[in-house]
């Protein structure tokens, strides 16, 4: 499944999990994501090109490592309220 860059991604794991079984890169994916961010925020701060975060996470959401929140659209148009998050996070950066 290929996620929108701006579709939120949120941790599904418990803090308590031992994630040491994980890839180095799902570790990360799952540090980032204890705070909500979008697939362009985690792909920016992990130095990975988009395409291969959006295949790391529909891997990990698939093994129900993560959840992903997809923007819900309205004729076609983004919800205000999600771009405003988006630019927001875009500029904590």
């Known amino acids: 499944m290929k996620f929108a860059m701006e579709a939120l991604v949120s941790s599904a794991t ?3 999990r031992d994630l040491s079984l994980l890839s180095p890169e799902y570790q ?3 540090q ?3 705070s ?3 697939v362009a925020e985690v792909s920016a ?13 529909a891997d990990m959401a698939s093994e129900g490592l993560i959840r992903v929140h997809q923007p819900q659209l309205e004729a076609g148009k983004p919800d205000l309220n999600l771009l405003e ?3 927001s996070g875009l500029r904590r950066l």
Do not use: D, F
């Open 14 to 16: 418990s803090e308590h």
């Open 28 to 30: 990360a994916i799952i």
């Open 32 to 34: 980032l994501c204890r």
């Open 36 to 38: 909500v961010r979008s």
């Open 45 to 57: 701060l992990l130095r990975v090109p988009l395409g291969i975060t959006r295949v790391l996470i």
């Open 85 to 87: 998050r988006v630019l």
